[in-house]
């Protein structure tokens, strides 16, 4: 099962930043925090992941609080092209010393004109 | 373009038939998976592969045979379908287990 709790929708106007909670409260120390998205009919894409500090790249920013349960993934200046299914993810352990991603149902971001 | 390319886009298949789906990367990873997204479902891992080695075969059925012959090529081989079973399959392949993925467009398949 997913670790992660995001609410299923969210809007925001063409222009601003999207701001997209997700809980992880069980996380554990060494689990990272990954985001990606889901563009209609496409496969996800990568977006930013994070540990324990605050991570920015050419898409986004990742804002994860100090206890590590809970983060925010910030889309500063979202467009049309934005709107999306995002995917909060907390990469896992399992066999042979290799990780895994278990995704979970996401927030849809609707970006509106 | 991820670099994941994934062939047929779109298949339909009767419960008799045998067909694969096949992905190829272009990135020079050695970590390969095969992922499903079934309607209203979150995506589930179904196998992965590490230096064409399987590592992780998610209790998948015996209906679906991955194969991987080489690090940029990873086949899934189907029969004996059944209708549940239609889907988005997604391909992936990252640089070591702990990559991050790049997934294809997926395959869409329709069992009949």
């Known amino acids: 099962d997913a670790k992660t709790t995001q609410p299923p929708s969210m809007d925001c106007a063409e222009g601003r930043a999207a701001n997209l909670p997700c809980n992880h409260s069980?996380?554990?120390?060494?689990?990272?925090v990954y985001w990606y998205r889901q563009i209609h009919s496409q496969g996800p894409q990568y977006i930013i992941h994070?540990?324990?500090n605050n991570e920015t790249n050419e898409m986004a920013s990742l804002i994860i609080t100090e206890d590590r349960k809970s983060s925010t993934l910030i889309l500063p200046h979202a467009t049309l092209r934005d709107t999306a299914v995002y995917y909060c993810?907390?990469?896992?352990?399992?066999?042979?010393?290799?990780?895994?991603?278990?995704f979970g149902a996401g927030t849809r971001l609707a970006v509106h004109p | 373009e991820t670099g994941v390319t994934q062939t047929p886009r779109h298949l339909v298949m009767g419960m008799t038939n045998k067909k694969s789906l096949k992905c190829e990367q272009h990135?020079?990873?050695?970590?390969m998976y095969w992922y499903k997204q079934s309607a209203k479902k979150p995506l589930e891992l179904m196998f992965v592969?590490?230096?064409?080695?399987?590592?992780e075969n998610n209790s998948v059925p015996s209906r679906f045979s991955p194969e991987c012959p080489n690090s940029s090529h990873l086949f899934l081989h189907l029969h004996t379908l059944q209708p549940e079973d239609s889907a988005l399959y997604l391909c992936?392949?990252?640089?070591?287990?702990?990559?991050?993925?790049?997934f294809g467009e997926g395959s869409r398949l329709t069992v009949l």
């Open positions: 992936a392949s990252s640089l070591g287990q702990n990559g991050e993925l790049f």
């Open positions: 069980t996380i554990s120390g060494n689990e990272y």
């Open positions: 994070g540990l324990k």
């Open positions: 993810i907390v990469r896992v352990p399992f066999s042979g010393g290799y990780n895994k991603l278990i």
């Open positions: 990135l020079g990873h050695n970590a």
């Open positions: 592969y590490s230096l064409e080695e399987r590592v």
